[in-house]
Nanobody, 122 residues
Framework: VQLQASGGGLVQAGGSLRLSCATSGRTVTEYSMGWFRQAPGKEREFVAAISWSGRSANFADSVKDRFSISRANAKNTVYLQMNSLKPEDTAVYYC????????????????WGQGTLVTVSS
């Protein structure tokens, strides 16, 4: 499974961005998909995850009321809609795929994309 994250960029605080994660290779419709992020000088942390069916989702407390996650299995794509962005959301965002979940721990995910940078200015 190959994952390609895109959609990052520079946005002002309070703005929105939508990240996409395009998948290819083996069928991903049976994989849970997750988003993680790593801010400068910090460890990578969980952001959001969605089950293979799209019926179940999981969010970090820090983003729960601002971010949403969805997937379009026919397009082999997962989305992370980020609203009301804050400077502390600045990070490289990674998408990941795993057979269990939708989990919040990194070891539940077997495949990882290369990351896309989100910068939120104050």
């Amino acid at each position: 499974v190959q994952l390609q994250a895109s959609g990052g960029g520079l946005v002002q605080a309070g703005g929105s961005l939508r990240l996409s994660c395009a998948t290819s290779g083996r069928t991903v419709t049976e994989y849970s998909m997750g988003w993680f992020r790593q801010a400068p000088g910090k460890e990578r942390e969980f952001v959001a995850a969605i089950s293979w069916s799209g019926r179940s989702a999981n969010f970090a407390d820090s983003v729960k009321d601002r971010f949403s996650i969805s997937r379009a299995n026919a397009k082999n794509t997962v989305y992370l809609q980020m609203n009301s962005l804050k400077p502390e959301d600045t990070a490289v965002y990674y998408c990941a795929a795993g057979r269990s979940g939708p989990g919040s721990t990194q070891n539940q995910y077997e495949y990882w994309g290369q990351g896309t940078l989100v910068t939120v200015s104050s």
